[in-house]
């Protein structure tokens, strides 16, 4: 099986300071919480931005100075940037990172319902971010809220829109998505195309539990804030880092190896670092 690529998705759009008070906002503490993650075993960190008063913010100034300073802070991490953004914002404000050239962005495969909300992702929309990114250089995640997502991403493919090599993650349990149950990621797994890479990143009490399955069937795993605030029932996590630390032991009890920033690079086929 090859070696095990865990992603930490630091802040997300939705959740703020008051659900957890360990929520990395700014530039400095998002880029703290990459170092923390990258040093418990993280070799990709999922970024997204925030205003000073902690809205969420597509704005490449942001993104910028949360890239430099993790790099300045010496962090070796495979750095994916949001196109997401969150519910509501224009196509122009979700793809502008993808300009600054991060090695990885997420692109989502098809529109979902999002607790109460709509997260619009138009055919024409997600075409024209992934010419984007193939413009910039930058390797796409291919977000799957729900299974016929899938076959819009075979067809991106077979388009010549999306390379191959994508990786597809799985984000299971959004209240409108598919639920966060075994059986379900078993589904997935089963409907996608012959030797795709794919990690999950359950929501909530999914996490803990789909992100051990992904370690036994040779997915990979995605943890943080973004997707969940606690630790266990009813106790929050102290830092992104602690989630991550906890892959990484049930990856060494299971006999996976954990893969480094740049073994990750090797795998997904993004140019080494050092
Ligand atoms: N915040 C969600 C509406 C992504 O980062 O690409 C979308 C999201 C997906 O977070
Ligand atoms: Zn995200």
């Excluded at 070799?43 to 704005?59: F, K, N, Y």
């Excluded at 793809?95 to 999002?114: C, D, H, K, W």
Aim: net charge negative; with cysteine.
């Amino acid at each position: 099986m090859e070696k095990l690529i865990i992603t930490c998705a630091l802040t997300g759009a939705e959740v703020t300071k008051h659900d957890n008070p360990n929520l990395p906002v700014t530039p400095e503490e998002i880029a703290k919480a990459a170092m923390e993650a990258r040093q418990a075993g993280a070799s990709v960190v999922h970024l997204h931005a925030r205003r000073e008063d902690g809205a969420p913010t597509q704005d490449m100034g942001v993104y910028a100075e949360i890239m430099r300073r993790i790099r300045e802070s010496g962090n070796d991490v495979i750095l994916q940037v949001s196109t997401g953004g969150a519910v509501g914002m224009t196509p122009d404000e979700r793809i502008q990172p993808v300009a600054l050239r991060p090695e990885m962005a997420t692109l989502t495969m098809g529109s979902v319902n999002f607790g109460n909300d709509v997260f619009l992702n138009p055919p024409a929309m997600v075409e024209q971010f992934a010419r984007t990114m193939r413009d910039y250089d930058v390797l796409p995640e291919l977000e799957i809220f729900d299974a016929g997502m899938i076959t819009n991403a075979t067809r991106l493919i077979k388009k010549g829109l999306v390379p191959e090599r994508a990786p597809f993650d799985f984000v299971m349990g959004v209240p409108g998505g598919i639920p966060g149950t075994p059986r379900d990621l078993l589904f997935l797994v089963e409907s996608l195309p012959p030797g795709a890479r794919w990690s999950v990143a359950g929501v909530g009490r999914a996490q803990l539990p789909l992100a051990t399955m992904a370690i036994v069937l040779g997915g990979h795993v995605r943890v943080g804030f973004e997707d969940n605030i606690y630790y266990q029932k009813g106790v929050l996590a102290e830092s992104n880092a602690q989630l991550v630390a906890r892959i990484v032991r049930l990856a060494n009890e299971l006999g996976r190896e954990v893969a480094t920033p740049d073994e990750a690079r090797e795998m997904l086929g993004i140019p080494a670092k050092s």
